[in-house]
């Protein structure tokens, strides 16, 4: 079983970059399709982005595309997110995900406890 452990949030002013990253343990990284969540204060958790276990599949919600970037080093076992131009709506507690690749559906198993990123405008 794998463990996610998210790091690198904090908090930035509007238009800045940050990079959040997400390790594993416990596991090779290379079997999980990764994928990114956000929830902010009051709202449902948000998809994200994600990305396949050869990196071949990668996919983000309307909302960031352009501005986040997911990639994956399997051999550092690690996941990240790079985050752009950054707007006040981007500020969430941000989730790392994880599922067996080839897995049928679109259900996460194994989450991080999460990193919180701010915005402000």
């Known amino acids: 079983q794998v463990q996610l452990v998210e790091s690198g949030g904090g908090l930035v002013r509007a238009g800045d970059s940050l990079r959040v990253s997400c390790a594993a343990i416990g596991r090779a990284l290379s079997v999980y399709t990764i994928a990114w969540f956000r929830q902010a204060p009051g709202k449902e958790r948000e998809f994200v982005a994600t990305?396949?276990?050869?990196?071949?599949?990668?996919k983000y919600t309307d909302s960031v595309k352009g501005r986040f970037s997911i990639s994956r080093d399997n051999a550092k076992n690690t996941a990240y997110l790079q985050m752009t131009d950054l707007k006040a709506e981007d500020t969430g507690v941000y989730y790392c995900?994880?599922?067996?690749?080839?897995?049928?559906?679109?259900?996460?198993?194994?989450w991080g406890r999460g990193t919180q990123v701010t915005v402000s405008s």
């Open positions: 995900a994880a599922r067996p690749n080839y897995t049928p559906g679109n259900d996460y198993p194994y």
């Open positions: 990305m396949s276990g050869t990196g071949s599949n990668v």
